[in-house]
């Protein structure tokens, strides 16, 4: 485990599984055919999987079955695919690193929350393959060829945490708008994270600005933003989490909390290649977000109609291409320990 200190050179992941619990079983015929308790197994397993996979659809676009309108972003292969876009993004910004948390060399159990695709657990679990790594998400969207260490489950992280054992490393990212309550998060991973184990959360505010270029406060992707913050607030969940990482972190207990705010790009408009190339992913992974992030969000809580939001993201996609708006926006990365006398 790690010390208090400085973040070590060489940074790992372990991958997590919840241990199982006891469970009281429900009473069986002893007459009963062995074989009729497989059957009954299978058939509640697929009519369990069906439910979760009752896909809605709106818009065009298709949205979890499961806890529905927890979650306001599609969970088909478009928004997959961005998501994807935005890991690589994600790393690469933070010069390709998959936590700066300094959790040492050999973590047993990690937990990455809010997993989406997988990718990031799958990266864990094929660089680190004696740890354990489980990820957890509202959608079965994740690839079934995995690690070995790797496993996912549905469930919804805002339920109570019912793990066995606690976790070596807690990992989260790009969790805005899907938390309602944020203190109740941190004190559950606070729970369920090993004295001095730690825990990382990415995460971003909505602004965008320009230190240089011409983007301006009232223009439409502007006013973009204020609407999906907007919008995001009356359904009840945070949309803006990353300026509020730290102050969470440390109410809940956690210490040798760290912070960096590192800006991202929406361009090739920087100078630096690294940055140049990150703002081009994010410029692509923004123009095929829009309409995902937007149709729910403004039909649902701004009584919008499809065709009136389709008609405003043209000129919301005029300023993303504008390279003289110069646009950014703040990915905050916050890390923290648990105190080796915690329970």
């Known amino acids: 485990m790690a ?27 002893a007459d009963a055919p062995e074989s009729a308790y497989g059957d009954e197994n299978e058939s509640y ?17 298709r949205y979890h079955a499961f806890r529905d309108e927890v979650y306001f972003l ?24 998959l936590h700066l948390a300094p959790i040492g060399t050999n973590p047993q159990r990690i937990l990455d929350l809010g997993t989406g695709t997988g990718i990031w ?10 740890a354990e ?7 079965p969207i994740q690839p079934s060829l995995v690690p070995p260490n790797v496993r996912f489950e549905v469930d919804d ?36 994270t090993k004295p001095g184990g730690w825990v990382e959360f990415q995460d971003f505010d909505m602004k965008f600005y320009s230190t240089q270029g011409e983007f301006s406060p009232g223009c439409p992707m502007d006013e973009w933003t204020k609407l999906v913050v907007k919008g995001l607030k ?6 803006e989490p990353g300026p509020k990482l ?14 960096k705010v590192l800006p991202i790009p929406v361009g090739v408009w920087p100078k630096n290649k690294q940055l140049k190339e990150i703002g081009a992913l994010d410029y692509h992974q923004f123009l095929e977000g829009l309409e995902g992030i937007s149709l729910h969000l403004f039909t649902n809580t701004a009584g919008w109609k499809p065709e009136e939001v389709q008609v405003f993201l043209v000129n919301v996609r005029k300023d993303l291409k504008n390279p003289r708006f110069q646009a950014q926006h703040n990915l905050h990365v916050v890390y923290a320990q648990k105190p080796l006398d915690a329970e």
């Not at 397993?45 to 709106?58: A, D």
């Not at 790594?133 to 959608?139: F, I």
């Not at 009356?234 to 949309?239: A, L, Q, S, Y």
């Open 234 to 239: 009356k359904i009840g969940v945070e949309p």
């Open 74 to 97: 599609p969970n088909d292969e478009m928004e997959s695919e961005r998501l994807d876009l935005f890991h690589e993004i994600l790393t690469r910004r933070c010069d390709g690193e």
């Open 157 to 192: 992280m805002e339920n109570e945490w019912l793990y066995g054992s606690k976790f070596d490393f807690i990992h989260a990212r790009y969790l805005a708008g899907a938390i309602k309550d944020w203190p109740r998060l941190m004190d559950q991973a606070f729970k369920f």
């Open 121 to 130: 657990a799958v990266d864990i679990g094929d660089k680190f393959p004696s």
């Open 3 to 29: 010390s208090n200190n400085a973040p070590e050179n060489s940074l790992e992941q372990s991958l997590q599984v919840r241990d199982d619990e006891f469970i009281e079983a429900s009473e069986v015929d």
């Open 133 to 139: 790594v489980l990820g957890n998400d509202l959608s």
């Open 246 to 259: 730290e102050g969470w972190l440390k109410d809940a207990g956690f210490t040798n909390v760290h912070e």
């Open 45 to 61: 397993t697929t009519s369990l999987m069906s439910s979760v996979r009752n896909y809605r659809y709106e818009n065009g676009r």
